[in-house]
T-cell receptor, first 107, second 114 residues
Framework: GQQVQQSPASLVLQEGENAELQCNFS?????MQWFYQRPGGSLVSLFY???GTKHSGRLTSTTVIKERRSSLHISSSQTTDSGTYLC?????????FGKGTSLTVIP | DTTVKQNPRYKLARVGKPVNLICSQT?????MYWYQKKPNQAPKLLLF???????READTFEKFQSSRPNNSFCSLYIGSAGLEYSAMYLC?????????????FGEGSRLIVV
């Protein structure tokens, strides 16, 4: 089945710093979805990105399908960005999740 | 409305007792999923319905049951809860399965088994 690797596993930033989160997957797919999970909460979709680069505020997602990777860039981090970021490449009828990157932004 | 709703939000259960979690969506999505999420672990797919067809993961086949009486509702049933069932249970839905479609999650049902 699909293997999804996320890096780093955890990250601590000073407020205002940038972050680059990586997601690598083992088999060919045609899209990638990024989610944010606030501490103790549910998952909120950040991006559905078939390929290329998408922007949403301070977030940028870049997916290169042929290289089986996707990244999430967070610029000018804020304390409210703290939480877990998960990537999930969709399969035919299922979504496969990585373990996530735990981000802590300190003031 | 892109809301997936789950009930209850919190559930305290005794070991050996049954647990029933409910999920609903009004987006007319074909597929509804149940995931189990524990701290520092990836969300684990338990089962999903594509229309009326139930697909259960092999390693959780006997532990979880589900029903989908209509397109909008899906339940997750644990016949006899064990301590290892303590987790966040996430319901999600998408249109026509995974490929090319966005996944929408509910707020989750946090189950604590004592």
């Amino acid at each position: 089945g699909q293997q999804v690797q996320q890096s780093p596993a955890s990250l601590v930033l000073q407020e205002g710093e940038n972050a680059e989160l990586q997601c690598n997957f083992s088999t060919s797919l045609n899209s990638m979805q990024w989610f944010y999970q606030r501490p103790g909460g549910s998952l909120v979709s950040l991006f559905y990105n078939p390929s290329g680069t998408k922007h949403s505020g301070r977030l940028t997602s870049t997916t290169v399908i042929k290289e089986r990777r996707s990244s999430l860039h967070i610029s000018s981090s804020q304390t409210t960005d703290s939480g877990t970021y998960l990537c999930a490449p969709p399969g035919y009828q299922n979504f496969y999740f990585g373990k996530g990157t735990s981000l802590t932004v300190i003031p | 409305d892109t809301t997936v709703k789950q009930n209850p939000r919190y559930k305290l259960a005794r070991v050996g007792k049954p647990v029933n979690l409910i999920c609903s969506q009004t987006m007319n999505h074909d597929t509804m999923y149940w995931y189990q999420k524990k701290p520092n672990q990836a969300p684990k797919l338990l089962l999903f319905y594509y229309d009326k067809i139930l697909n259960r993961e092999a390693d959780t086949f006997e532990k979880f049951q589900s029903s989908r009486p209509n397109n909008s509702f899906c339940s997750l049933y644990i016949g006899s809860a064990g301590l290892e069932y303590s987790a966040m249970y996430l319901c999600a839905s998408s249109r026509a399965g995974g490929s090319g479609n966005t996944l929408y999650f509910g707020e989750g049902s946090r189950l604590i088994v004592v």
